[in-house]
């Protein structure tokens, strides 16, 4: 029996799945019929694939969900949200796991080889930027300093430390992160930067969050960005680095995520989910294991933030009325989620256009 679950981030994310659910709905998309449920066990193949930010849920869920379905055969691959997303629009994917929205040129891509999909929110990450474990001079950056570091006018020019602070030793500036497929990327810049895909080049890029983190473990005056997880899981070899956006330094973390102060590195994941593939019961029932509450303890312990119990109803009746396309509009990504941003329709479009 469900049990009922409560955190600090009910007010915010309740409000956001179920009224923006309703705005959305509102707004064009059309529920169709609930997929088919059959009896006896399951059988069949589901295959995933996009974000390393989501990976780490994703092979939670799959090994979970793989122990009560043994019939039933999960492939999850790493690629990126936008190579996720290509991949996913061509038809190749049941399901494309996504650390930003869907985007228009992505939407589009999708219309054009009919493919329709289900947007359904799993959770919240703390995007972090880290520096080697033995690096001792650097506690808290500003969002200014990270714009200065990571700019395209940084490239060539921004090499040593001393050149982000004086204060800082003068001793090279290795940097590490996501590729232009990266979710974390089109996020990171524009949250920093204030254009998505707006960054220097000048750095190691891979859309594998494990490359970075051994890349960023590797050398002492390394520093990177990725999903709070992989922090989580390499704290000894790496840390955190707190960010200051005007208001003091806040370092990520769940606690920060739910009560909102960590801005703006604080942003939600996704799993779309096809809805050709969701007539399927196999992957129907894969789609609802990975939103299901009581399956929330599989994100908290990779130290991401689960969306509340009531928020995750919310989604799971998303996903059985089969509610096609994106609340987002087609925008990518979007800095500020919050509950009073989407109170109506309205508030969402003023939030989108901020």
């Given amino acids: 029996m469900r049990t009922t679950r409560q955190s ?8 956001l799945a179920a009224v923006v659910f309703c705005a959305a709905c509102g707004a064009g998309d059309k529920p169709r019929e609930t997929a088919a449920v059959t009896q006896g066990p399951l059988s069949g193949r589901v295959s995933i694939d996009g974000s390393s930010t989501v990976l780490p849920i994703s092979r939670a869920m799959t090994t979970a969900f793989q122990v009560e379905n043994p019939g039933v055969s999960v492939s999850v691959g790493v690629s990126g949200t936008g190579g996720g997303f290509k991949k996913f629009c061509a038809g190749q994917l049941d399901l494309s796991a ?3 929205p869907i985007n228009a040129a992505e939407s589009r891509e999708c219309e054009a080889k009919h493919v329709e999909f289900i947007e359904l929110p ?8 880290v ?3 033995n690096n001792t001079f650097v506690d808290c950056l500003t969002v200014a300093e990270l714009k200065k570091i990571w700019e395209p006018a940084a490239e060539g020019r921004i090499t040593r430390w001393s050149q982000v602070r004086s204060s800082f030793p003068d001793r090279p500036l290795v940097l590490f992160g996501p590729g232009g497929e990266s979710g974390t990327f089109d996020y990171f810049t524009l949250a920093v930067v204030g254009k998505e895909h707006s960054s220097r080049t000048d750095y190691t890029a891979s859309e594998d ?3 970075l983190v051994n890349g960023v473990a ?3 005056g390394a520093l990177g960005y990725f999903g709070y997880a992989y922090y989580a899981a390499n704290a000894s070899a790496l840390r955190a680095l707190a960010i200051d956006n005007g208001h003091g330094c806040v370092a990520p973390s769940p606690k920060t995520v739910e009560d909102r102060t960590y801005q703006p590195l604080a942003r939600p994941m996704f799993i779309y989910l096809s809805a050709g593939s969701a007539a399927r019961p196999e992957v129907h029932a894969f789609a609802r294991f990975y939103v299901d509450p009581d399956h ?3 994100v908290r312990d990779l130290g991401y933030v689960p969306l509340p119990t009531a928020t995750l ?6 996903l059985d009325e089969n509610v096609m396309g994106s609340v987002f509009g087609g925008r990518g990504s979007v800095l500020g989620v919050t509950a009073d941003a989407f109170q109506n329709e309205d508030r969402i479009k003023s939030a989108l256009v901020r």
């Fill in 218 to 220: 590797g050398n002492g």
């Fill in 209 to 211: 969050d494990t490359v």
């Fill in 313 to 318: 109803l919310t989604v799971e009746r998303r």
């Fill in 296 to 298: 929330a303890n599989y």
């Fill in 8 to 15: 600090s981030m009910g007010v915010t994310l309740v409000t």
């Fill in 131 to 133: 520096v080697n474990a």
């Fill in 98 to 100: 996504a650390s930003r």
């Fill in 122 to 129: 799993i959770a919240f990450d703390s995007l972090s930027v």
